[in-house]
């Protein structure tokens, strides 16, 4: 009997959890529907039960149908990349996350699958992202409200569209918003092989801008250095290569950078410092090494040097919306003419977990994984 009891609790409490992510993700409404409300087809999704390790407590599950309102879009999803920030939600350590149970991805790209009445401007077919990004991507079909999508040109290729919001508009902002550059300009960055440093190298170059890039040590680092020399990087160094008293000798026909990018922290930022010229800006983005930034005295007293940060969600408010998908469609406009491009891995959906393990570095280095629906 009170094995009974037991396995009945459990079934109820199952039962129960599974209520909860209907009703979190509005998969059940509450008035009553008339017998021709549209319905979007059943989801399969990636969701959280409670934050932790992202590999612990995902899983895959099908979703009843969501009603699509008047003014309701519903998206079949095409392709969304796993983004450290993706992950750091799942983990519960970043600032602003969704209440779990939850469906996980930030951003992505997907073709209107149907509309609401009074839906106007979009149709069955167009592709859309949303703009400002919205949490919920991993799943096969969202429904949300018309404002939150915005339509893109249908001849970008996927792999672009599902990932343009997050890094290459960090890298575009980053440029514009701290230190006015002009052609001849110089900047100096570390994470270089990041895809936000692979975009700050190209917008840079469009712009006539120089870049000093610096890089981890590793093997391969030759290759490396090609790879990002053919995206148009000016100098590349190693970190060990600027274990030297001076580093600016280092550069040869370039100026002092007015502006530096630091991801990593540590002694990586450090370096970033040094190439600074008096009165120039580094600008933190990210803490890869999960190291502080360490700043010398005279840094501040002598060269003057500014300490800013930068977090893209902050600036991506609704009143930015229309900014955000200008700036967007420029980026995109640039992919399809072949100006701006990125080291990226399409993972079909089913393979999620392996996708999971590569973006978390448990089988080494890899391109930004993209799930493809």
């Known amino acids: 009997m009170a094995a009974m009891r037991i396995a009945v609790l459990k079934s109820l409490h199952r039962t129960t959890r599974l209520h909860n ?22 989801s399969m999704a990636v969701v959280y039960d409670n934050n932790g390790p992202p590999d612990k407590v995902t899983r895959m599950v099908e979703i009843p149908p969501v009603e699509v309102k008047e003014n309701d879009i519903c998206v ?48 069955p077919g167009d592709w859309v992202i949303p703009s400002p990004p919205s949490s919920g991507m991993w799943q096969t079909y969202v ?13 970008t290729p996927i792999e672009y569209a599902a990932t343009v919001t997050v890094n290459p508009l960090t890298a575009l902002k980053m440029l514009e918003d701290f230190v ?30 120089h870049s000093i890039n610096i890089t981890r ?31 600016k000798s280092l550069l040869t026909n370039m100026p002092e950078p007015a502006l ?17 010229r008096n009165g120039g800006t580094m600008v933190t983005y990210g803490g890869m090494s999960k190291k502080p930034i360490t700043v010398s005295t005279s840094s501040f007293i002598f060269k003057d040097l500014s300490l800013r940060g930068f977090w893209l969600q902050k600036w991506m408010s609704t009143e930015k919306a229309g900014e955000c998908r200008n700036m967007i469609d420029h980026l995109l406009g640039l992919v399809r003419a072949g100006k701006l491009k990125y080291e990226m891995e399409m993972v079909p959906f089913n393979d999620f977990p ?20």
């Open 21 to 42: 992510i209907s009703q979190r993700f509005l998969l059940h409404r509450n008035e009553v529907r008339p017998i021709s409300a549209i319905m979007s087809p059943p």
């Open 76 to 123: 079949k999803v095409l392709a969304s990349p796993i983004n450290p920030s993706d992950i750091n939600r799942i983990e519960g350590v970043y600032p602003v996350r969704p209440q779990v149970p939850a469906v996980g991805g930030y951003e992505g790209v997907g073709e209107v699958y149907s509309i609401g009445s009074a839906v106007r401007g979009l149709s």
């Open 143 to 155: 429904v949300k409200e018309q404002s939150v999508w915005h339509k893109i040109d249908k001849q």
């Open 180 to 209: 006015k550059l002009n052609s001849g300009d110089a900047i100096v960055q570390n994470g270089a092989t990041s895809i936000v440093g692979q975009c700050i190298i190209q917008l840079a170059r469009i712009r006539g801008v």
């Open 217 to 247: 040590d590793r093997s391969g680092a030759d290759e490396v250095k090609e790879k990002l020399k053919k995206l148009g990087a000016d100098e590349v160094f190693t970190e060990s290569q600027l274990e030297v008293k001076n580093v």
């Open 260 to 276: 530096g990018f630091n991801c990593v922290g540590g002694n990586a930022a450090s370096l970033v410092l040094k190439f600074l």
């Open 354 to 373: 392996t996708a999971l393990d590569k973006a978390l570095g448990k089988q080494g280095s890899h391109p930004k994984q993209v799930i493809a629906f």
